[in-house]
């Protein structure tokens, strides 16, 4: 028998989601995965784990 996915699902989305970072040039606060997060509104690099 196979068991629900329900909430390991949520699990799995979390875990996904990446760290929170702030953009130093514009202020917009964001999430990215990986080791060069770029800002989605200007693309600066110049960003900050928050
Ligand atoms: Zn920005």
Redesign the pocket.
């Known amino acids: 028998m196979c068991s629900v996915g329900g909430p390991m699902d949520v699990e799995l989305a979390e875990r996904l989601k990446g760290k929170k970072y702030r ?6 606060t964001f999430e990215a995965v990986g080791r060069h997060p770029v ?6 690099e ?2 900050t784990l928050v």
Not at 23 to 28: H, I, Q, R, S
Not at 39 to 44: A, D, F, K, N, R
């Open positions: 953009c130093n040039d514009c202020g917009t800002c989605p509104s200007c693309q600066s110049n960003v």
